[in-house]
């Protein structure tokens, strides 16, 4: 199994301004998944990163507005850029088993 | 392509049990089966490999017909404690791949 923390765990941010997420796991992965659950919602995969290339984003979601990091195999960043109310939501990373996903704590996002 | 899940809420009270359905459009390869409790993150209950197998976890069991693409998750003799979202994800190929979520299933559990 793999043990996952993220930075912050909530964060209250006004209009305009970007987050940035934190999300340590304690094994060497390949991928890393980034997701978003908006209040009583579903989870929706917002990019796959990957170590040593570009992350790779899902329909509806853009580089310029949740920029990716995958420094090395056990860390990676994602930015909320220019945010809105619209994007108040809980942020996951999570990582592959052999088969199920590990999730983080989650990062609960509230935009003023 | 997002897994359909039914019922999308349901009320029990303690001792009662439930049934929640997850079908898929396309042929798959494996059933995740999750919990979420409010405030937290999803937290992995079993998975279902193509087989048809049936799978149980104290009182929770769940059953996976490759043929007809759908799984359903058991919840016999219910405690307050299972109370939460369920969700199923599916993967339509094997090895480390990114699990597509249904839209889940309130259940709420009252004494």
């Known amino acids: 199994s793999a043990v996952i923390s993220q930075k912050p765990s909530r964060d209250i941010c006004q209009r305009g301004t970007s987050l940035t997420i934190q999300c340590q796991v304690d094994?060497?992965?390949?991928?890393m998944f980034w997701y978003r659950q908006q209040p009583g919602q579903s989870l929706t995969l917002i990019a796959t990163?990957?170590?040593?290339?570009?992350?790779?984003?899902e329909s509806g979601f853009v580089i310029d507005k949740f920029p990716i990091s995958r420094p090395n195999l056990t860390f990676s960043t994602l930015t909320v850029s220019n945010m809105s109310p619209e994007d108040s939501s809980i942020y996951l990373c999570?990582?592959?088993?052999?088969?199920?996903?590990?999730f983080g704590p989650g990062t609960r996002l509230t935009v003023l | 392509q997002q897994p359909v899940q039914s019922p999308q809420a349901v009320i029990l009270r303690e001792g009662e049990d439930a049934v929640i359905n997850c079908s898929s459009s396309?042929?798959?390869?494996?059933v995740h089966w999750y919990r979420q409790k409010h405030g937290e993150a999803p937290v992995f209950l079993m998975i279902?490999?193509?087989?048809?197998e049936q799978k149980g976890h104290e009182k929770i069991s769940a059953s996976f017909n490759e043929k007809k693409q759908q799984s359903s998750l058991y919840l016999t003799a219910s405690q307050l404690s299972y109370s939460g979202t369920y969700f199923c994800?599916?993967?339509?190929?094997?090895?480390?791949?990114?699990?597509?979520f249904g839209i889940g299933t309130k259940l709420q559990v009252i004494p």
């Open positions: 999570s990582v592959p088993g052999r088969n199920e996903q590990f």
């Open positions: 094994s060497q992965v390949t991928m």
């Open positions: 990163a990957n170590q040593g290339s570009e992350a790779t984003y």
């Open positions: 396309k042929a798959l390869y494996s």
């Open positions: 279902l490999l193509k087989g048809g």
């Open positions: 994800g599916t993967l339509n190929s094997g090895g480390y791949q990114k699990v597509t």
